[in-house]
């Protein structure tokens, strides 16, 4: 008998595990539509849309309408598959990504990489990315909302804020994504009435709702990600211009650290960073994580968020010598 945990897992394989698995079965045999998505438990309109990724992928996947079957193209085997190095240390870097990430996903791409690895030299790179959240802990958020946005249902959340309450929130679920180690859902939130994102591990319960998930009408994701700093979008972006000394010029030079970002070099070896972001606090935590090597020029209020908080740690360290 199959325990709780991975009985749960099996009914919602990862969306990336299931394309997998789709390939091996293919390979292996020609199954039927319907026999396809029983097994994967899913529907035949969610296979559609699989088989449909697939093929705009450029893998050969075709239907014989004669014997209600998918195969791939007569000349095609995905044991035939050549990789170039560069593709292969894609690979490794997608599979250190999704060893942070868990759960499926982590099965899913670990079997794709000992398959290709069996007949491949081991690629001459090694990647190493920030430690995440442990997926086990926002799983069962994640299956549920998931399956609400295949279902194109509204949820009921609870989450909690920043100052430790839990609130109901109403969402209609747009799009689950990963960012910085932690796990989120974007979505209508019908108590603000404006799109919003909750972290995963805020989430103590999800409800689906028997109400149609109504999605914004040309909403874009990736141009709504790219206004933010790193996952919250609060308000309307901002300009926000940072100027960094000459010792972090170099370190900012090194990499884009935002899709808005505007660079200038000032003649003493400092720089300016302009970007249009929306809220201030991830970013102010990203600055003061600089210390003295960053000062923010504009907006105002960031700037005199930063002095408030400057200050109350000069307090705290003033006030600990004193104890101390």
Not at 156 to 178: A, M, N, V, W
Request: hydrophobic share 35%.
């Amino acid at each position: 008998m199959k325990r709780k945990g991975t009985a749960k897992r099996d009914e919602g394989l990862k969306r990336l595990q299931r394309l997998v698995k789709i390939l091996q079965i293919i390979e292996n045999r020609r199954p039927g539509r319907k026999e396809l998505a029983e097994e994967l438990r899913i529907t035949e309109r969610q296979l559609y849309r699989d088989i449909n990724d697939l093929i705009a992928a450029e893998l050969p996947i075709v239907y014989d309408r004669s014997k209600g079957v998918y195969c791939f193209e007569e000349t095609f085997s995905l044991k035939k598959i050549s990789i170039k190095t560069d593709e292969l240390q894609s690979l490794l870097m997608a599979r250190e990504l999704f060893s942070k990430t868990g759960g499926g996903f982590k099965e899913g791409i670990e079997g794709v990489y000992r398959k290709i690895l069996a007949a491949q030299n081991e690629p001459p790179t090694s990647f190493q990315l920030e430690p995440a959240i442990d997926f086990s802990k926002v799983e069962p958020q994640y299956q549920a909302i998931n399956k609400a946005i295949d279902d194109s249902v509204r949820v009921e959340l609870e989450h909690q804020g920043s100052d430790g309450k839990y609130t109901k929130r109403e969402i209609d679920p747009y799009r689950l994504f990963y960012s910085n180690g932690f796990w989120y859902v974007l979505g209508w939130c019908h108590m603000r009435q404006d799109i919003r994102t909750f972290a995963l591990d805020r989430i103590r319960k999800v409800k689906i709702l028997e109400k149609h998930n109504l999605t914004k009408a040309g909403f874009n994701f990736d141009e709504y990600i790219a206004m933010c700093w790193r996952s919250y979008y609060l308000e309307d972006p901002e300009e926000v211009r940072i100027k960094f000394s000459p010792v972090a010029a170099k370190e900012i030079h090194r990499k884009e650290w935002h899709p808005t970002q505007k660079v200038k070099d000032m003649k003493d070896g400092s720089l300016e960073l302009t970007i249009q972001v929306s809220g201030v606090d991830e970013i102010m935590r990203w600055v003061l994580s600089w210390g003295r090597n960053a000062q923010v020029l504009q907006p105002k209020a960031l700037k005199d968020r930063i002095k408030k908080e400057i200050a109350e740690m000069a307090k705290e360290y003033r006030l600990k010598k004193g104890l101390g």
